[in-house]
């Protein structure tokens, strides 16, 4: 019996050991993943002021074959927090651990008053005018409102369903449900002489370019696109590709007012970046967030991923706007005052804006 003990210890002991050398062999894979991903294709290590070979050599010293794969995470989410770039993120399986977003005043002025912030716009709209706000779905992705002969339509986002719920199947039925809701929105808003779309704080989504189809007089080049040349230098890339943005669906030419601030990011950006510029709409607001670029995901072991930017965006005219985002036609900002005087300038003037027009 005795014997049977110590064998069974014996046993037992191999498989934890085993299982140990496993667990920091797969620590150590997924740090080089990380870090050869990185090296290959992130586009911005020269304008975030990032010494990368440093940076790199940091970690490999800091991971070793004895490190937890808690401390790896922790290393990484180091790592990224250094970039301020609010495409890059780290997760276990759907649950965030760590991101660290483009620096934003718009945050920093209405910290743990946003709520109120979103209520000063409606009553200001109300004051106005306006009807009692709506929205078309529960999830709340357009709120409209209209008075005579101006409407109102706030988006909130691009998208209905959460990336991590995304397949072939949800992104298809997310793409037609923004684009039927914005088309019987803009139906609706047919008799109207004018229109603000507020993007302030929409924080993107997928489908930015195409709801902007609705919007545009003429097909045009929206953007200039370029990534990481394979195997070259960080400040190596490819030939820019042109995205276009092309009239589709329900359209509305007349004047409108797009309101927008440094918290409208991502493929909201991707829809005021193909407003600019047109005859019959004013960007009013601040610049936008700067973090344009698509993201692109890498799994590593036991459920672990990053997500990280991929591409660099440049205006038309060739103006890259990573950590610049597009600048306004006119520079307006909210303020606290904003909320103790009850009032949203961006929507007043917007409103003159429009009735300029008449």
């Not at 990032?50 to 490999?60: F, H, N, V, Y």
């Not at 649950?95 to 946003?114: A, D, I, V």
């Not at 719920?165 to 793409?175: G, H, P, Q, V």
């Not at 510029?277 to 991923?305: F, K, M, P």
Request: glycine share 6%; proline share 4%; hydrophobic share 30%.
């Amino acid at each position: 019996m005795k014997k049977s003990k110590f064998l069974f210890c014996l046993s037992l002991s191999g498989v934890l050991c085993t299982y140990s050398i496993q667990a920091q062999t797969a620590v150590r894979q997924d740090l080089e993943t990380f870090i050869r991903t990185f090296d290959r294709n992130y586009p911005f290590f020269p304008e975030k002021a990032i010494d990368w070979p440093t940076q790199k050599q940091t970690l490999r010293e800091t991971i070793t074959s004895n490190s937890t794969r808690q401390e790896l995470v922790d290393q990484l989410c180091e790592t990224i927090t250094l970039l301020e770039d609010g495409h890059t993120t780290i997760w276990q399986e759907d649950s965030l651990l760590c991101y660290s977003p483009t620096p934003s005043q718009f945050l920093e002025e209405f910290r743990g008053r946003y709520r109120e912030f979103g209520q000063n716009t409606y009553r200001t709209l109300y004051q106005n005018g306006f009807d009692s706000i709506q929205h078309t779905d529960p999830i709340g992705v357009y709120f409209y409102t209209r008075m005579e002969g101006i409407a109102y339509i706030r988006i909130r986002k691009f998208s209905v369903y959460p990336n991590h719920y995304k397949n072939i199947f949800t992104e298809r039925r997310d793409r037609r449900a923004l684009e039927q809701k914005i088309d019987s929105l803009l139906t609706i808003f047919a008799d109207t002489r004018g229109l603000i779309l507020d993007v302030r704080s929409n924080p993107g989504g997928d489908y930015g370019r195409i709801i902007a189809g609705r919007f545009v007089a003429e097909e045009k080049v929206s953007a200039l696109v370029a990534c990481r040349k394979n195997g070259g230098d960080y400040d190596e890339f490819t030939r820019m590709r042109s995205e276009r943005v092309r009239p589709r669906g329900h359209r509305y030419t007349n004047p409108i007012v797009v309101l927008a601030n440094d918290q409208t990011a991502s493929s909201a950006e991707e829809f005021v970046l193909a407003l600019k510029n047109e005859a019959h709409i004013t960007i009013l607001g601040t610049n936008t967030s700067g973090s344009l670029s698509d993201a692109i995901g890498q799994r590593l072991s036991n459920g672990l991923r990053f997500e990280y930017s991929t591409q660099r965006y440049y205006s038309p005219d060739v103006i890259m706007l990573e950590d610049r985002g597009i600048q306004p036609d006119i520079y307006m900002e909210n303020t606290q005052q904003d909320l103790e005087q009850g009032s949203d300038p961006l929507i007043e003037k917007a409103i003159e804006l429009l009735n300029r027009q008449e």
